[in-house]
């Protein structure tokens, strides 16, 4: 694996690749690796793909300053992780590197309704960060396939709706992959490494409400298992930030199930000072 730290250097690199015609599968991340980004280079991987990863952990989506000053660095096992996984290329710029003129300076993106509800309601400013970066990674990267995954909904829905304001949607493909979870249910996440033991033990209930929800779909009433779900995670000491179903191809929020139409479930909740979120396809 061949590791960048300038912009220019990567862009010669992957130029010549081009030349060789060579695809470019792009998975971006902020580092603190784990088996749900092996899972996103393997899938890369096997569609043939030359595969670039980059890890930068991005100030400007970080509402919460202690929350990015504590966010996991780990790069010597990222970079065996992703050796181990097949990847070709890692960018590892610095934030001179990525916003040389500034953070405050960047194309501003509007992505409407998905910037008021659920993570844009709870978090404001932090699809603006997202759509900042990913738009100077797509930039320089300029990749023929973006994998993401799935238990980050919202901002997949985001990146889809960035792909059309960039007029780029016909040259890069967005494939979402599933969420990869540990044996007992818990979405692989950078952020549960800052989980205490107990709360680790705790952090599963955010998937067995998701399950309940699931599989409730043909009660039809929703507002009941909501309730019951936000009752359980108060009572195990969660704070939840919102327990919500929406139609899985818009994130148009919704009372109660359809079974004509997709739709997913989420859930946003702090564990002591963890946010952790998940989310889960009802149908189709």
């Given at each position: 694996?061949?590791?960048?730290?300038?912009?220019?250097?990567?862009?010669?690199?992957?130029?010549?690749?081009?030349?060789?015609?060579?695809?470019?599968?792009?998975?971006?991340?902020?580092?603190a690796?784990?088996?749900?980004?092996?899972?996103?280079?393997?899938?890369?991987?096997?569609?043939?793909?030359?595969?670039v990863?980059?890890?930068?952990?991005?100030?400007?989506?970080?509402?919460?300053?202690?929350?990015?000053?504590?966010?996991?660095?780990?790069?010597?096992?990222?970079?065996?992780?992703?050796?181990?996984?097949g990847?070709?290329?890692?960018?590892?710029?610095?934030?001179?590197?990525?916003?040389?003129?500034?953070?405050?300076?960047?194309?501003?993106?509007?992505?409407?309704?998905?910037?008021?509800?659920?993570?844009?309601?709870?978090?404001?400013?932090?699809?603006?960060?997202?759509?900042?970066?990913?738009?100077?990674?797509?930039?320089?990267?300029?990749?023929?396939?973006l994998y993401?995954?799935?238990?980050?909904?919202?901002?997949?829905?985001?990146?889809?709706?960035?792909?059309?304001?960039m007029?780029?949607?016909?040259?890069?493909?967005?494939?979402?992959?599933?969420?990869l979870?540990?044996?007992?249910?818990?979405?692989?996440?950078s952020?549960?490494?800052?989980?205490?033991?107990?709360?680790?033990?705790?952090?599963?209930?955010?998937?067995?409400?998701?399950?309940?929800?699931?599989?409730?779909?043909?009660?039809?009433?929703?507002?009941?298992?909501?309730?019951?779900?936000?009752?359980?995670?108060?009572?195990?000491?969660?704070?939840?930030?919102y327990?919500?179903?929406?139609?899985?191809?818009?994130?148009?929020?919704?009372?109660?199930?359809?079974t004509?139409?997709?739709?997913?479930?989420?859930?946003?909740?702090?564990?002591?000072?963890v946010?952790?979120?998940?989310?889960?396809?009802?149908?189709?």
């Open positions: 694996m061949v590791i960048f730290k300038k912009i220019h250097d990567l862009q010669d690199f992957l130029s010549a690749k081009r030349k060789e015609n060579m695809t470019i599968g792009f998975v971006p991340t902020m580092g690796l784990h088996d749900g980004h092996r899972s996103l280079v393997k899938k890369a991987v096997d569609s043939k793909d030359f595969v990863c980059s890890i930068f952990v991005n100030p400007t989506q970080f509402k919460d300053k202690t929350d990015f000053e504590k966010y996991p660095v780990t790069p010597d096992a990222d970079i065996l992780l992703l050796t181990q996984a990847c070709h290329v890692l960018f590892l710029p610095d934030v001179q590197e990525m916003y040389p003129d500034g953070t405050g300076k960047g194309n501003d993106f509007d992505f409407g309704y998905l910037d008021t509800v659920l993570e844009g309601a709870h978090r404001p400013g932090h699809f603006k960060g997202v759509g900042q970066v990913v738009a100077r990674l797509l930039n320089i990267v300029q990749p023929d396939r993401m995954g799935q238990k980050d909904y919202q901002q997949c829905m985001v990146v889809r709706s960035l792909l059309g304001q007029n780029i949607s016909d040259k890069t493909e967005l494939i979402i992959c599933p969420t979870r540990e044996p007992d249910g818990l979405a692989m996440s952020r549960n490494t800052r989980l205490t033991e107990p709360q680790r033990a705790l952090a599963i209930v955010i998937y067995q409400c998701l399950v309940s929800i699931q599989g409730k779909v043909n009660d039809g009433n929703f507002d009941i298992v909501q309730k019951e779900c936000l009752d359980i995670l108060k009572d195990k000491g969660f704070e939840p930030e327990v919500a179903l929406a139609d899985a191809r818009d994130l148009a929020l919704t009372d109660n199930y359809n004509t139409r997709p739709m997913v479930a989420l859930i946003a909740a702090k564990l002591g000072q946010r952790l979120i998940d989310n889960l396809l009802i149908n189709g």
